[in-house]
């Protein structure tokens, strides 16, 4: 079954830092990946996709994602965090046998002033 | 502006009562989807919707039916065979059930149970 796995629950940082949230898919063929932010009590909010060709993802807000086949990982970064970015992000996959969209557990962020 | 919309965004539910949450879009999408989502669970999928007249069930959904008469429409019962109802509700639509179709989400229903 197809698994998507966020290790952090929880990452504090410092407004201005650097962030970079961690995904890790189950091993399957062309997999469609998928960030999506949550601000408390809201619905989800698409951030970047990755179907194929340029392993470097850009999206909206000023996030990126790098897709490693190798690491089974689907990363997202940004070079400087803003107040405003402090919500809850999941990472999801889609592809395999069945139409799901298969999401993370989440993390939450932080942003200290 | 197209969008989903989910009503009502918070709704209180006695014991044994069943309650019908609303979702609508006018993105002119083919598929729709029911998530639950409860805290440090992600979401789950409750049922979906390819097209008009049609429904499948997702991981999670004993103890709650849904119907698909218009496009547009896609209202979720939660039913007093659900033991444990609440939680946050949300409704998404996408162009096709296609895996590389973007879902789009409402605002989401926070259902309590009394």
């Known amino acids: 079954a197809q698994s998507v796995t966020q290790p952090d629950i929880h990452i504090t940082v410092s407004e201005g830092a650097s962030l970079e949230l961690r995904c890790n898919y189950s091993?399957?063929?062309?997999?469609?990946l998928f960030w999506y932010v949550q601000s408390p009590g809201q619905g989800l909010q698409l951030l970047l996709k990755?179907?194929?060709?340029?392993?470097l993802v850009q999206g909206i807000k000023g996030f990126e994602a790098e897709f490693k086949r190798s690491q089974s990982s689907f990363n997202l970064r940004k070079p400087s965090v803003h107040w405003s970015d402090a919500a809850e992000y999941f990472c999801?996959?889609?592809?395999?046998?069945?139409?799901?969209?298969?999401f993370g557990k989440g993390t939450l962020l932080t942003v200290n002033p | 502006d197209g969008g989903i919309t989910q009503s009502p965004k918070y709704l209180f539910r006695k014991e044994g009562q069943n309650v019908t949450l609303s979702c609508e879009q006018n993105?002119?999408?083919?598929?729709m989807y029911w998530y639950r989502q409860d805290p440090g669970q992600g979401l789950r999928l409750i049922y979906y919707s390819q097209i008009v007249n049609d429904f499948q069930k997702g991981d999670i959904a004993e103890g709650y039916s849904v119907s698909r008469e218009k496009k547009e429409s896609f209202p979720l019962t939660v039913t007093s065979a659900q033991k444990n109802p609440t939680a946050f509700y949300l409704c998404?639509?996408?162009?096709?059930?296609?895996?590389?179709?973007?879902?789009?989400f409402g605002p989401g229903t926070r259902l309590t149970v009394l």
């Open positions: 990755y179907f194929s060709g340029d392993t």
């Open positions: 998404a639509s996408s162009w096709t059930t296609t895996p590389y179709n973007e879902q789009f």
């Open positions: 091993y399957g063929a062309t997999p469609y």
């Open positions: 999801a996959r889609g592809g395999g046998s069945n139409y799901k969209l298969t």
């Open positions: 993105l002119n999408h083919d598929a």
